[in-house]
């Protein structure tokens, strides 16, 4: 077939411009007269005018050519995305996917959280989860069906409002469940006897923030071993260093369970939650209230082993016994020899990393759990503590040994122990533990003015 495309290179080649498709011609086309182009331009210019329009044509050819014959037409191709389907057809995917996956697919952009929001999948979802069962008994069979809900249930209410009672429904549950695992009181501590149980499968939350900046400065050093050595931060934080290289070895928290739940599940990754402050009930006719009637739970371990573990009652201040603001609590007196307290095994703290692990000697965890004369927490902490060889000479007669101490003090209270070595038996012995409460914490404890 004929396309005229030579003739269309010869007009191209003599100069003539090529006639537009469908346009009819009129006479054959004008040649072109190399002289006549370049008589204006001089004798001298002559040849280089000739050459100079010869390029300029073969340019214009070789284009023409590329876009009348050469150029391929492109289509553009159609924007495959899921986004581009159907409202229906998307519902239809939502369907099949489970409560999370669809809070997930909720937070995509805002049409796909108007379809996650429909009350037909949510509703499904719901009478899955708790919606009631009914048996119904027929001859030799059994048959469960889920008691669905009609279509007004759809209709009659807003979007998102079955994917809501979902979501408080869950909350509710997931609180009864937690209930349980909690009302169970340890008689000795008052405090809930399956917190580990309870925190499982909660969230993280702040509980308590740290700088360790300058570490060595503002720490306080426990001890060592060959390898680390060990410094504590307030509240409850162990970090251990290398010897050699300065660098973290590793980290221990050692946290109180008390209100350690709300503390891990009530807060945020940023915010740490409050704890709610405490209502005094005033009394008139005690004279010494808030001053009697302490229950101590004592707690010293090693983290694998456990050194003593005691709970001590009737513990009370006399009104001339406190002073430069704190009320003194004797638990362990250091003038009745019965009540002295012996510490089973070796002293020290254990520590293990991916290769190494070791133990620090003279060195413990101690929990303390003060309850008030109701039973309720008063005050309560969980920090490692140290040994340290006492510069004071001992006043002891009963005992032939060194005279050890150790001294913990936080806002609320300072604890101090005083313990004697007996290299006979090789065990420590407690023959002093006093506990110092604030007078500004009892005050706004009891509503009173100490």
């Avoid at 390898?227 to 221990?252: C, D, R, T, Y």
């Avoid at 020899?337 to 101690?366: I, R």
């Avoid at 290299?423 to 023959?431: D, G, Q």
């Amino acid at each position: 077939m004929a396309t005229g495309r030579g003739r269309a290179l010869r007009q191209y080649g003599r100069g003539a411009a090529p006639a537009s498709p469908g346009a009819a011609e009129v006479g054959p086309p004008r040649p072109f007269t190399p002289a006549v182009a370049a008589a204006s331009a001089g004798p001298r210019n002559r040849s280089r005018s000739f050459a100079a329009r010869t390029g300029a044509c073969s340019e214009t050819v070789n284009a023409g050519i590329k876009s009348l014959y050469l150029t391929p037409s492109i289509k553009p191709k159609p924007n495959l995305c899921i986004e581009s389907l159907p409202s229906e057809m998307l519902i239809k995917i939502f369907s099949y996917l489970d409560a999370v996956s669809l809070l997930s697919v909720g937070c995509v952009n805002k049409h796909f959280c108007h379809l996650a929001n429909d009350n037909g999948i949510w509703l499904k979802i719901y009478s899955i989860c708790f919606q009631p069962k009914r048996t119904i008994w027929k001859m030799k069979s059994e048959q469960t069906e889920t008691v669905s809900l009609g279509c007004a249930a759809l209709h009659d209410r807003k979007p998102g409002y079955w994917k809501k009672e979902y979501i408080f429904k869950q909350i509710a549950a997931v609180k009864t469940r937690v209930m349980r695992l909690v009302k169970p009181v340890d008689p000795y501590t008052g405090l809930p006897c399956k917190n580990k149980e309870a925190m499982k499968p909660r969230r993280r939350s702040l509980i308590a923030e740290y700088h360790l900046a300058n570490l060595t400065e503002s720490s306080v050093a426990l001890g060592a071993d060959k390898l680390v050595q060990l410094f504590s931060l307030n509240p409850g934080l162990l970090v251990g260093l290398w010897k050699e290289k300065n660098e973290i070895a590793f980290v221990m928290a050692s946290l109180h369970y008390h209100q350690l739940l709300e503390r891990s599940t009530l807060g945020s990754a940023t915010v740490q939650y409050a704890l709610p402050p405490n209502k005094p009930v005033l009394d008139d006719v005690d004279p010494e209230y808030g001053l009697h009637d302490y229950s101590l739970h004592l707690d010293m371990h090693g983290g694998s082993c456990t050194y003593l573990c005691g709970t001590f009652k009737s513990l009370f201040c006399r009104k001339g016994d406190i002073a430069n603001g704190y009320l003194r609590l004797t638990v362990v007196s250091l003038k009745d020899n019965k009540k002295h307290l012996p510490l089973v095994g070796t002293l020290g703290l254990s520590w293990e990393t991916d290769v190494f692990k070791g133990n620090v000697k003279d060195c413990y965890v101690m929990d303390v759990t003060l309850l008030d004369e109701t039973g309720k927490p008063f005050w309560c902490f969980s920090a490692p503590v140290y040994i340290e060889l006492s510069s004071e000479a001992s006043s002891l007669y009963d005992y032939l040994g060194r005279t050890y101490t150790t001294d913990y003090a936080d806002s609320e209270g300072k604890v101090c122990v005083e313990l004697v070595w007996l290299e006979e038996t090789k065990e420590y012995f407690i023959v002093n533990l006093v506990l110092y409460i604030s007078t500004k914490k009892v005050n706004n404890w009891y509503g009173t003015n100490y």
